[in-house]
């Protein structure tokens, strides 16, 4: 059940990982050099405005991107169909959303300017 | 002289409201097509058994089937190429009516939501100019026209629609056939209903529905290639919407 409009979003929302994945991995690998502490991580990501951003923009392009998965999926296989199915978007979005945008503030959030 | 073979058939026997296979024996021969087998049994052993059929040269698109469990037209398959080589006998068949489409009796389905779907498409020439006008000029190499040549030896036949898991999960979705019939339209420089027909294939059941598994494709009969049609598609709707298309 994708229109043109979703279907540009979640294209888009695919672009825009690409980049976001291979940075998450190349900091990752990059960051267990040597041990891995919370503090550590914390002391990266806490007040900054670029991790802060980095994993914003992560988290809304997955939860747009995973919402028209599932609304797919659901389409199709469960045969969900008008209001269920746009409940269901939404749902999943803001659902994904909310978890992720907690995830984010919690690093990111106050901490050594 | 050798005992005759025989090709053990089962025929899907029923109507909308269900039914079962039955168990016919039929002669082997030579050459044998598959809708061969299906008159045979009508004419010689059930003649109230319904199915379709018109050209029995692939060209009318009436007479697909469920052959062995995959869309096939019948009266272009061979018997040898699909019943298997059950030794000491003339191999095994099960026929079924067209996936993904109502069934009225036994092997006839209803067409009527497959080539709704094509009028959904707009998948209907609208002329851009009126009879009075000169012929239009169209370059044979141009890619347009190339890609519209690709697509327009459709029979209707319907075999890819049933091929089609999209369409098994997704009733709205528009179907393999129509989106290339719409492509070849799309292509047509003398079709003045463009911006309806972009319109047409971006809506819920459209052209973005497709996964481009490709099914339509290996099982249409003239070697169409639907999937291609669709991705084209996708394109000049993502244009259409960006605004890009001229
Ligand atoms: S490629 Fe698209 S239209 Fe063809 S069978 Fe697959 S989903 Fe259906
Ligand atoms: S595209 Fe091929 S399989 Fe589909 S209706 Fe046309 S001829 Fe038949
Ligand atoms: S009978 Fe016409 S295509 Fe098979």
Redesign the pocket.
């Known amino acids: 059940m994708l229109d043109v409009r979703l279907y540009l979003l979640q294209r888009l929302t695919a672009l825009m990982m690409i980049p976001l994945v291979l940075g998450h991995l190349v900091v990752m690998v990059y960051a267990v050099q040597g041990g891995l502490t919370a503090a550590e991580i914390l002391s990266r990501t806490q007040g900054s405005l670029v991790w802060g951003g980095f994993y914003g923009a992560f988290v809304l392009a997955a939860s747009i991107h995973g919402a028209i998965g599932l609304r797919a999926i659901s389409a199709e296989v469960l045969g969900l169909r008008g209001v269920g199915l746009t409940a269901l978007s939404w749902g999943v979005f803001l659902t994904l959303l909310l978890l992720g945008v907690r995830a984010v503030y919690a690093v990111t959030a106050g901490g050594p300017a | 002289m050798l005992e005759q073979s025989i090709l053990a058939t089962s025929v899907w026997r029923g109507d909308a409201e269900g039914g079962e296979f039955q168990r016919f024996e039929v002669p082997r021969r030579d050459s044998q097509t598959v809708l061969d087998v299906v008159t045979h049994i009508q004419q010689e052993l059930d003649p109230s058994l319904a199915y379709r059929f018109a050209c029995r040269v692939g060209m009318c698109g009436s007479c697909a089937m469920m052959v062995n469990g995959v869309p096939r037209w019948t009266c272009r398959t061979h018997v040898s190429k699909v019943s298997g080589n059950v030794s000491g006998g003339g191999g095994e068949l099960q026929i079924a009516p067209l996936r993904n489409l109502p069934v009225i009796r036994d092997l006839v389905v209803d067409m009527a939501p497959f080539f709704d779907k094509w009028t959904a498409a707009e998948g209907v020439f609208r002329p851009s100019e009126t009879r009075a006008a000169p012929m239009a000029k169209v370059q044979p190499g141009s890619p347009a026209r190339a890609a519209a040549n690709a697509g327009i030896e459709c029979i209707n036949c319907a075999v890819?629609y049933a091929?089609?898991?999209?369409?098994a999960g997704n009733t709205d979705?528009l179907?393999?056939a129509a989106?290339n019939r719409a492509w070849t339209l799309v292509n047509d420089a003398r079709d003045g209903g463009q911006a309806e027909r972009i319109d047409a294939v971006s809506s819920e059941g459209g052209c973005h529905?497709?996964?481009?598994?490709?099914?339509?494709?290996q099982f249409c009969p003239n070697a169409l290639n639907?999937?291609a049609a669709?991705a084209g598609l996708k394109r000049e709707t993502v244009k259409a919407k960006l605004g890009w298309r001229r």
């Open positions: 890819c091929a089609c898991d999209v369409v979705y179907g393999p989106l529905n497709c996964h481009s598994m490709g099914s339509c494709a639907p999937t669709i």
